[in-house]
């Protein structure tokens, strides 16, 4: 449910984020923000799966390596979703468009899931895009189903937008409880029916499984909204946090997995640990990754610093691609 309740969030909260002018036009400026940052996390999607090579030897390299390369993952997914929603605010002039729109692109996504991953990608387009529309290659995630839930979140952040703000946490623990509950119950046993016609991979193109994860999500939202009565006094945690999603995802896939010229614990600790290990490990990824994040997010408060991260970061990528 991880990939899901991200997008969905995320699709929520960009109806508050993305504010239009009076002439209902998203700002230019606003505009390039969204679409430099889905430009900027395509970019980090496929920089954490870099084969480790020099530019002098791409042209050596195995197939196995370019396969692994173009694998997409959430950052990819994430990008293109933002990107197409960002286009979206450009073609509709209010919300009531935005919210027509964005349920019915859900719903086509939704329905046109098994159709789109039945498709041997593989001989009509490059690997490297026909990634986005099939798991057969090994990616993880893809367009279809997973752009569904940004536009089923940007939906909910629409409806929560006309809720007053003082009754958005009662609205969400009682609607998001009812709805989440019986979508789930609802779809559940058509999922489990329908198994029979999407095995393997394909089962994530069965849409009784994006509306059950849908309803999930929404359950999720509620129980949240509902600890939130109890956890309002460490609000300011929370949201330090929840800016810096992104650079959480890439210092945990860091430790995990490495860099070209770092070990990780996959390199170190690979299908070694049992049980006991395996859950010290997690607790230990956790710390080091909320440890850094923090770290991350004082030292570019100051704003000398963000120069010195710009520049470390290219003379990083300079060294992997030409040392």
Not at 291 to 296: E, H, M, P, S, V
């Given at each position: 449910l991880t990939a899901p309740v991200f997008l969905m969030v995320s699709g929520a909260v960009h109806i508050f984020?993305?504010?239009?002018?009076e002439n209902g036009n998203l700002p230019n400026q606003t505009m390039y923000k969204r679409f430099k940052m889905s430009f900027l996390l395509l970019v980090i999607g496929y920089l954490l799966a870099y084969p480790s090579v020099k530019i002098y030897e791409l042209y050596t390299q195995p197939m196995h390596v370019w396969t692994d390369f173009f694998k997409v993952n959430i950052l990819h997914i994430f990008a293109v979703s933002l990107f197409l929603l960002t286009l979206l605010y450009k073609i509709t002039k209010n919300d009531k468009q935005l919210g027509f729109a964005s349920l019915s692109i859900?719903?086509?996504?939704?329905?046109?899931?098994?159709?789109?991953l039945a498709i041997n990608w593989d001989n009509y387009i490059h690997i490297g895009?026909?990634?986005y529309l099939s798991y057969q290659y090994g990616s993880i995630f893809s367009i279809f189903p997973y752009s569904a839930y940004l536009f089923y979140g940007v939906t909910l952040g629409l409806i929560l937008k006309n809720v007053e703000i003082p009754k958005r946490r009662d609205f969400l623990m009682k609607y998001g409880a009812y709805i989440g509950i019986c979508l789930t119950i609802l779809m559940y046993p058509l999922y489990y029916k329908l198994t029979i016609f999407y095995s393997g991979f394909m089962f994530k193109s069965n849409p009784a499984f994006t509306l059950m994860n849908v309803g999930l999500v929404l359950l999720f939202i509620a129980i949240s909204s509902f600890l939130y009565k109890f956890l309002s006094k460490f609000e300011s945690i929370f949201s330090l946090f929840s800016k810096r999603a992104i650079v959480i995802?890439?210092?945990?896939?860091?430790?995990?997995?490495g860099m070209p010229v770092m070990p990780s614990f996959q390199y170190l600790f690979g299908n070694s640990l049992d049980l006991f290990n395996s859950f010290i490990a997690v607790w230990i990824v956790i710390m080091m990754t909320l440890?850094?994040?923090?770290?991350?997010d004082v030292s570019v408060k100051k704003q000398k610093y963000v120069t010195l991260y710009?520049?470390?970061?290219?003379?990083?990528?300079?060294?992997?691609?030409?040392v």
């Open positions: 984020a993305n504010k239009r002018d859900a719903i086509v996504i939704t329905a046109l899931s098994p159709t789109v895009l026909a990634n995802y890439v210092i945990h896939l860091t430790i995990l997995y440890l850094l994040t923090y770290a991350f710009k520049y470390s970061f290219t003379a990083y990528i300079l060294y992997l691609l030409f």
